[in-house]
């Protein structure tokens, strides 16, 4: 189905293969097929982000041996370029017309609303392994003419240094490719990261909570303390 430019998936529309919608992507998806509230939205496939950076020009940045994380001594600067390069070039007409007549069906713009959050969901994310928590971006956005260079933040932040430097840390020898979530944006009041296998302080199996006032992004990028 990637091959045949499958460009979105309304979340809980049936799919729910983290090849090509991500592991947050797909996550979401079974989450509303065992019957959880989920905030309406969609995922925008890698597809998407497969064939823009076809277009643009820069698909060599994703695979050895012209990928970024095959031995180059200038990662950081090779990174940087390929992120100002999607940053600069506004998605083609032929991807960008699909995912957003998908926005206008879901009505993700209709009064009341508080916007969408776009957010990261890269195929190597929120998996088994690892789980990337703040490594790449996750945007809420309140207007319609913030979305689609919005969406090509959260495509360039899979270049970003600190992706590029994680990725060498847990040994991943390819980048990853990147779908988007898109969701309506719900303010919350306490927020925070489950986690289900977890060792406690006797070495027993537990789960893990941790929570925060407000939303969650500055307890994943470390930057409160947050209540267990």
Request: hydrophobic fraction near 40%; include cysteine.
């Amino acid at each position: 189905m990637v091959n045949q430019l499958r460009y979105t998936e309304i979340i809980g529309g049936g799919a729910d293969d983290p090849e090509i919608l991500g592991g947050k992507g797909a996550s979401l998806c079974r989450l509303v097929r065992l019957g959880h509230r989920v905030p309406a939205g969609f995922v925008i496939t890698r597809a998407a982000f497969e064939k823009a950076l076809q277009d643009f020009g820069l698909a060599p940045a994703l695979v050895p041996p012209g990928g970024l994380l095959t031995g180059s001594d200038h990662i950081h600067a090779a990174g940087r370029q390929v992120s100002q390069n999607i940053l600069s070039s506004p998605i083609p007409p032929q991807i960008l017309d699909s995912i957003m007549q998908t926005v206008e069906n879901l009505g993700l713009w209709q009064e009341p609303r508080e916007g969408v959050i776009v957010r990261s969901s890269a195929t190597i994310e929120d998996g088994s392994a690892h789980s990337f928590a703040g490594i790449f971006e996750s945007i809420p956005i309140s207007e319609p003419e913030e979305f689609e260079p919005t969406v090509r933040e959260i495509w360039a932040s899979v270049f970003s240094p600190r992706a590029l430097s994680y990725f060498r840390e847990v040994g991943v020898r390819e980048i990853p490719a990147m779908a988007v979530v898109v969701q309506r944006f719900l303010r919350a009041q306490r927020s925070g990261v489950m986690f289900t296998r977890f060792a406690g302080p006797d070495g027993r199996p537990s789960i893990l909570v941790e929570h925060v006032e407000g939303d969650c992004e500055k307890l994943v990028k470390g930057e409160v303390t947050p209540e267990r």
